[in-house]
């Protein structure tokens, strides 16, 4: 009985793994595209700042994916299902520079707090290198919410 559950338990971990690819790649476009559409005074900053931000999501997004792949499983590879698991939007394309930095911000929080669904999931079925990739991951995505929070003051 307690194999069944286990197994429950790793598909949720699973899922709790493909809805991360996907929200890591929103988040990768979305990134990208305020990269390429921020105007005014801070311009030079943020458009520096966001290439930073867009790599890195992109060795996380990758590294979640691989980690995915050595548990046995399939990692969303499609941008149809990146948007049908993502928790998260993509840029509207309206954004101010300030609304860019604050969804962000939001976005940042709402994986992080995942992660923290994700990290307790891993500890259950005993998977510490998925609890200890969620908790890097949540660390960064943390600091980074600090640093854009900064920026607005």
């Given amino acids: 009985m307690a194999k069944a559950s286990n197994k429950v338990n790793t598909t949720s971990l699973e899922q709790v793994l ?27 900053s943020l458009h520096v700042k966001f290439e930073e931000l867009y790599d890195d999501v992109t060795l996380k997004m990758d590294e979640v994916a691989e980690r995915l792949l050595s548990i046995k499983g399939s990692p969303a590879a499609t941008m149809k299902e990146y948007l049908e698991l993502a928790t998260i939007q993509e840029a509207t394309g309206k954004e101010d520079t300030r609304g860019m930095v604050q969804t962000l911000i939001e976005d940042f929080a709402t994986v ?14 005993s998977d510490q290198p998925t609890a200890d990739l969620f908790i890097k991951i949540r660390s960064d995505l943390e600091k980074n919410q600090w640093m854009l929070r900064s920026f607005l003051g």
């Fill in 112 to 125: 992080a707090e995942e992660l923290t669904e994700g990290i307790e999931l891993a500890e259950q079925v």
């Fill in 18 to 44: 493909n809805r991360e690819v996907a929200n890591l790649n929103v988040l990768y476009v979305k990134i990208h595209n305020y990269h390429w559409y921020v105007k005014g005074e801070q311009f030079f």
